[in-house]
């Protein structure tokens, strides 16, 4: 960049600073910066938009377009120019902006007498803040050098709108932290909770945006780039050479570290008269506008890697670590990005909630959750952003809503559903001791779902009569290597003693999809939930099978011993991994350990195909679970974790009632024991619907066993049978209706 413009740059910047450390309201603020910059670069215009909603931009301040058209002109996002620098997220430059594609006239602001149009996006991190617009008379294309010194001012109007720079009595914007926000995600676990914010990587504040020697900064720069480069180097070396997957990840991580475009840039903006963290926040944000308009989603995978590597670079430069000195809240809420199973673990039971920004139902952060008994709420967009330590919350896992700083009606409605549901679980312990049987005689078996020895001692006081599906995946997901045969014999040893005798299905390793173990590679699949994964992993990687099904016959010592091999698809899979058992209970015979007492071998139904497997399949397995999670997307084609699509879709239609009638059938005439796991066993309705069907085993979370079972207690199943089946021959679709009103007119009763 030539000195003259290099100058200008920092002198605006310098300019901008004393500005707006001078006293007054939002407006004066907004306006002398319009002044500023249309002054300094010798443009007729400049106009500053802001967002006012996620979809409406409002012109804020301006000098040179009509003073009466602010707070009176608004865009939608992507409409016209200015709506399309928002939307693209990247800059607009045209000596002609009538005759550029997308213009909008707007005649109250009398711009149509400017021809050349610059906009550059005002944003932080990857959110949207506004756009920052210069215009001239004469057509004229803006140099790149003019361009690159309206983004750096962007920069610093981004970091002071988040800092509140433009608060005032005026009320020209609302603060970013302080009003009620709702963020609408999608539902991990199911619970309501209220508490405050615990951030669980906290946000790095950038209070200095501009440097008055740009090179002390930039040595500043190198030192921490340095600084940064051998702790990634360190890293590396520590890891093991037979961790890949980790150790792919961190060489992404040295090659970001060790770019030099990244420092050069950085140089860049510093050079401009930015410091070191606002370079640091510029290049990060203008890296996420770019990388998040890539389609290769390894690339934007990617974006991670370099997020991970800015922080930690603004760590070192401003001194904040991940341990700011803050007390946890009485109640806290965490809210992350994201975050691992043994993390979540390390939290334990001190936690009200979680939020995440990203995560899915089904992930293993979400099955940690679950084991805990706290919501959670996954896909829920900016939580991070908006969200500050300290901050009320509350959390509706029912729904998957966050409720961010919530006004007074909102909690107390919120308070209101808590004490109901704590007195609904006051009424359900009661009927701990009974057994689920209905008013007609039809009893059902309730069994919970557990995946950590924390679960266990849920076993007992939820009325549970034993564990349906206990998940052995969270043991290799929780380790950098893989876990010795040793140490899961007597985990799952500790888990038949804590079980005091009851049954406990242990589902062998269901991994991939969303479950990655961190030592092993994982295939760049393009639908991985379709894809390599849980048995057809376990059937090709058979050292991994065998080692575990050989941990499970010893901890069994002498006791019965239940295993279900997860997602068989076809009859040929199940004979495959019970041949493989059987074969390691020879094994065992041979070298003269103690064998289990009763072995018990089954297979989950969670793909269509096996309903209609060969009669032999359902003679020869011991039982059959119905993995409903899975059996439901794959029945409609509709992804579980897509929102888009797996709302249209309903347990409780005709088309999936009769396919599960079926499954029912078919057990009925092999006399094999069937059982339905799923999230919607554990919803009272859903669950007195799949009985309605005939099922008499549900296996769900601890906590819904107590409402699932007072529902069976005071229905008739064979009436509610037969309300089903005369609606279906109506021809009746959407049977909810149906069963809810039958609920409905038992609670007034």
Known sequence: MPERLESQSRRLLRRLRDSLAEPGKGQERLNRITQLISESMHTDVCSIYLFRDADTLELCATRGLKADAVHLTRLRLGEGLVGRVARGSMPVNTADAPGERGFRYMPETGEEIFSSFLGVPVQRLGEKLGVLVVQSREKRLYSDDEVYALEVVAMVLAEMTELGAFIGDDATLAHPHKNPVVIRGASGQEGTAE????????????????????????????????????????????????EKEHREVLE???????????????????ES????????????????????????PYLRDRLH???????????????????????????????????????LLEYGPRLRGVVLEEGSIGSHAAVVARALTIPLVVHAGRVTTEALNGDAIIIDGDEGVVHLRPDESVAVAFRDKIAMQTQAQARFRKLQDLPATARCGTTVGLHMNAGIMADLPSLAGSGAEGVGLFRTELQFLLRNSMPRRSDLAALYARVMAAADGRRVAFRTLDIGSDKVMPYMKRPDEPNPAMGWRAL??????????????????????????????????????????????????????????????????????????????????????????????????????????????RKRYDTLSASFLTFIQNIVNRCAEAGTHLSFCGEDAGRPVDALALVAVGLRSLSMRPASIGPVKDLIIRSDIAELRSIIEAEKRRGTEQLRPVVLDYVRQLRQQ
């Open 273 to 296: 008269g930015l410091s070191c963290e606002a370079a640091v926040e510029k290049e990060q944000s203008e890296a996420r506008s770019r990388l998040q308009q890539v389609p290769d």
């Open 536 to 645: 057809r992993v376990g059937l090709d990687k058979t050292g991994v099978m065998r080692m575990q099904l050989q941990a499970l016959i010893r901890a069994a010592r002498g006791r019965p011993l239940t295993v279900m091999f997860p997602l068989v698809s076809e009859m040929g899979e199940f004979v495959a991994a019970r041949d493989m058992l059987l074969r390691e209970i020879e094994r065992e015979a041979h070298l003269g350990h103690l064998l289990p007492e009763k072995l018990e071998i089954g297979a989950m139904l969670e793909t269509p195909s096996l309903a209609y497997a060969p009669d032999a399949f359902f003679k020869l397995a011991d039982f059959i679970s119905i993995g409903g999670n899975d059996l439901k997307q794959f029945f409609f084609a509709a992804d579980r974790e897509n929102e888009l699509v």
């Open 252 to 270: 992404a991580y040295r090659m970001f570290a060790h770019s030099r475009g990244w420092l050069r840039r950085m140089e860049q903006s510093i």
């Open 305 to 343: 890697d370099l997020d991970d590597l800015s922080n930690r670079l603004l760590r070192i430069l401003t001194g904040q670590g991940s341990e700011t000195g803050a007390a946890m809240p009485e109640h806290p809420i965490l809210v992350a990005r994201n975050i691992g199973p043994g993390e």
């Open 195 to 242: 508490g405050q914010v615990w951030l669980h990587e906290p946000r790095v504040v950038v209070t200095n945006l501009v440097n008055d020697d740009p090179v002390a900064e930039a040595e500043r720069l190198r030192a921490a780039v340095s600084q940064l480069r051998v702790s990634v180097d360190d890293l590396l070396t520590l890891a093991s050479p037979t």
